[in-house]
């Protein structure tokens, strides 16, 4: 159950954005913001350079979307709404870019800033939370930070008995809960639920009843834990190392716990740190760098786990 939650974290599960190359279209009445505006000073909330108005935004362009539809209707296209979301996609892309004189980094961080509002969905490091959110009420008074918390503690080892035992909760109820917050996580197409979760998950958050349980975090672990949260180098290395393992036929949790004292949910959290701070901070040239990195120490891993089982079964086949 913890894995299939884990992987959400990470976002397999959210529909991607069709980056379609985005139409350019002439408009004279429309102000040469390019030109206007080299030095651009951004909303710290919305991310819309203060410069214009979110409404002058927003009409720009639907504008030339609506626009755009109108023509190719007339030339006999029939559009469906998931054409109709991809005009208005690129199209918010090409005015945002135009109005800013930006990079596309800024454009994406403010796409992550924006996602749920313009596509429905929640990105981790911008979580919005609209109030009487259905997805968000307690399950048996338990609310999605506690179940967080209580998830937290169990993969770090804790017996769910103990973790029920100090919440006050037949083992029956926790596995009510740990029916029902997944599925909604399933269910809630804006994945608020999801984020909030990865969210809280990030934090390792903890409530009063379970301040007291620790799984036991050797002086090794609790350093390379250490590391992990300011190294990016070494989260990656480790991530790489994990995934390597788990294709070897190694549970590569267990494989980190084992070598480098950092349990489950400890990994986990580090892991969502690093997401939600390349969310607000989005570097293409980071993410690249990072990426690279890694698939180059789950390489070396590899080639570490099988050279440990006596190598790959092609290795002695020759073309």
């Not at 030109?35 to 720009?60: A, K, R, W």
């Not at 036929?249 to 959290?269: K, P």
Request: glycine share 6%.
């Amino acid at each position: 159950m913890f894995k299939k939650l884990f992987g959400s974290l990470t976002g397999d599960n959210k529909p991607e954005n069709q980056n379609y190359e985005a139409q350019s279209t002439n408009n004279d009445n429309q102000t040469d913001y390019e030109d206007t505006y080299q030095e651009v000073e951004y909303d710290p909330e919305t991310l819309h350079g203060t410069h214009y108005s979110v409404e002058d935004f927003d009409n720009e362009v639907a504008e030339r979307a609506e626009a755009w539809i109108a023509d190719e209707r007339a030339s006999g296209e029939n559009l469906d709404e998931k054409d109709i979301q991809n005009i208005y996609f690129n199209y918010r892309r090409a005015v945002y870019t135009e109005w800013n004189n930006c990079d596309s980094d800024q454009m994406i961080r403010f796409e992550h800033a924006n996602s749920l509002k313009y596509t429905g969905v929640q990105t981790s490091g911008f979580v919005k939370v609209e109030d009487n959110n259905p997805f968000l009420e307690p399950v048996h008074g338990v609310d999605l930070r506690t179940y967080t918390a209580m998830c937290l503690k169990i993969s770090a080892g804790i017996d769910y008995l103990e973790v029920c035992r100090a919440m006050g909760l037949e083992p029956a109820v926790w596995e009510e809960l740990n029916t029902i917050w997944p599925q909604r996580m399933g269910e809630d197409t804006s994945f608020t639920v999801t984020t909030l979760f990865g969210q809280y998950y990030a934090e390792n958050v903890t409530v009063p009843q379970l301040e007291n349980l620790n799984a036991e975090v050797s002086e090794e672990g609790a350093a390379n834990l250490e590391r992990m949260k300011t190294d990016r180098y070494f989260y990656e290395e480790l991530a790489g190392a994990r995934q390597a393992a788990y294709e070897y036929g190694i549970d590569g949790a267990q494989w980190i716990l084992d070598n480098f004292g950092i349990n489950l949910a400890d990994f986990q959290s580090v892991a969502m740190q690093w997401m939600t701070e390349q969310n607000q901070n989005w570097n293409s040239e980071d993410i690249i760098r990072f990426s690279d990195y890694q698939q180059e120490k789950q390489k070396e891993y590899a080639a570490k786990f099988a050279a440990e089982q006596g190598g790959n079964v092609a290795d002695d086949v020759n073309f």
